[in-house]
T-cell receptor, first 113, second 109 residues
Framework: DSGVTQTPKHLITATGQRVTLRCSPRSGDLSVYWYQQSLDQGLQFLIHYYNGEERAKGNILERFSAQQFPDLHSELNLSSLELGDSALYFC????????????FGNGTRLTVT | KNEVEQSPQNLTAQEGEFITINCSYSVGISALHWLQQHPGGGIVSLFMLSSGKKKHGRLIATINIQEKHSSLHITASHPRDSAVYICAAFGAGSYQLTFGKGTKLSVIP
């Protein structure tokens, strides 16, 4: 058990809709990373937060946004969903910078129909 | 932009064989991770390396910073080692983790 909790595990929704994915990091970890894993693109970095502040952005679409709250949990909001957004979304947490071990959640599988 | 290449893409081994998976990257890095993903989808971090060599049980990971290359070795492979192994690297000064495409390992009894 990594200590990172992601909810929900599965999500099925229709095109055009909006969903929110939630991540609770391991106790004490200040960093949260979001990743998308699709069949054609593999794993890709979306966004990174440290102690409530956005630190880095990757290939995140404008329709997607995220935030990290004072209690350090994070949410990834996906709006105007398209079929191509169907993927596994992972969050990972770490204690600090890139020299700290990463702990992955079990992912949220999003299916857009 | 960092690029991470893994080889082989697929690997089938007999139980007990010694296995090597290779990873190369194109730019300076701050850390390299070896990850394991089972068919259920969950990702487990096996190793984080910035230099040298690490060992955990039957798994060994090495990195050569000058050659921009890392290897993951599995000794005495077992069917439960069957999974996708993914190499990923943080570019120096970057929070962006770049992933390889993964190596699908199947260990046959």
């Amino acid at each position: 058990d990594s200590g990172v909790t992601q909810t929900p595990k599965h999500l099925i929704t229709a095109t055009g809709q909006r969903v929110t994915l939630r991540c609770s990091p391991r106790s004490g970890d200040l960093s949260v990373y979001w990743y998308q894993q699709s069949l054609d693109q593999g794993l890709q970095f979306l966004i990174h937060y440290y102690n409530g502040e956005e630190r880095a952005k990757g290939n995140i679409l404008e329709r997607f946004s995220a935030q990290q709250f004072p209690d350090l949990h994070s949410e990834l909001n996906l709006s105007s969903l398209e079929l191509g957004d169907s993927a596994l979304y992972f969050c990972a947490s770490s204690g600090g910078g890139t020299g700290s071990p990463l702990h992955f959640g079990n992912g949220t599988r999003l299916t857009v129909t | 932009k960092n690029e991470v290449e893994q080889s082989p893409q697929n690997l089938t081994a007999q139980e007990g064989e010694f296995i090597t998976i290779n990873c190369s990257y194109s730019v300076g890095i701050s850390a390299l991770h070896w990850l394991q993903q089972h068919p259920g989808g969950g990702i487990v971090s096996l190793f984080m390396l910035s230099s040298g060599k690490k060992k955990h049980g039957r798994l060994i990971a090495t990195i050569n910073i000058q050659e921009k290359h890392s290897s993951l070795h599995i000794t005495a492979s077992h069917p439960r080692d069957s999974a996708v192994y993914i190499c990923a690297a943080f570019g120096a000064g970057s929070y962006q983790l770049t992933f390889g495409k993964g190596t699908k390992l199947s260990v046959i009894p």
